[in-house]
């Protein structure tokens, strides 16, 4: 039962997530949040994303000044004729934004989408972040 109950209160989570995002960023479109890690050591950032069922062309990885922004599409599944008995998974647009505390050097900046999971790895710099876009080099 505990299980269940913790289970049922990070889907609440997550949805509320999302919807104080939304609430905070009237004019973005609507869409769902992938659950994100974001992990700091002496090198840099590494973001781990979960997507499972994005296609790597679906998806959009770039900096912005001091953010990363992950956009990207979920595309339903082709069911002709059939009626779905239970849906959960979330389709459609993504927009993730993660603030970085520190600059990154953003032309030396990887992401590669394997089994699911987006991760992005985001070298440390000395040098003061520009509020160019970057964007991020996809591998695979």
Known sequence: MTTNVLTQ???????????SAALQAPNEPAGWLPPTDVVEDAHGFVVRM?????????????????ALVVEGLR????????RFRQLEMEYGPFRRVVPL????????????????????????SRRPMSDKK??????G
């Open 9 to 19: 209160w990070s889907a609440l989570h997550r949805k509320l997530a999302g919807l």
């Open 50 to 66: 979960e997507l499972a069922g994005v296609a790597r062309a679906d998806v959009c990885v770039r900096l912005e000044g001091r």
């Open 75 to 82: 595309r339903p599944p082709v069911c002709a004729g059939a």
């Open 101 to 124: 505390p520190d600059s990154v050097a953003g032309r030396r900046a990887t992401a590669a989408l394997a089994e699911g999971v987006l991760e992005i790895i985001l070298p440390r």
């Open 134 to 139: 970057v964007m991020v080099v996809m591998n």
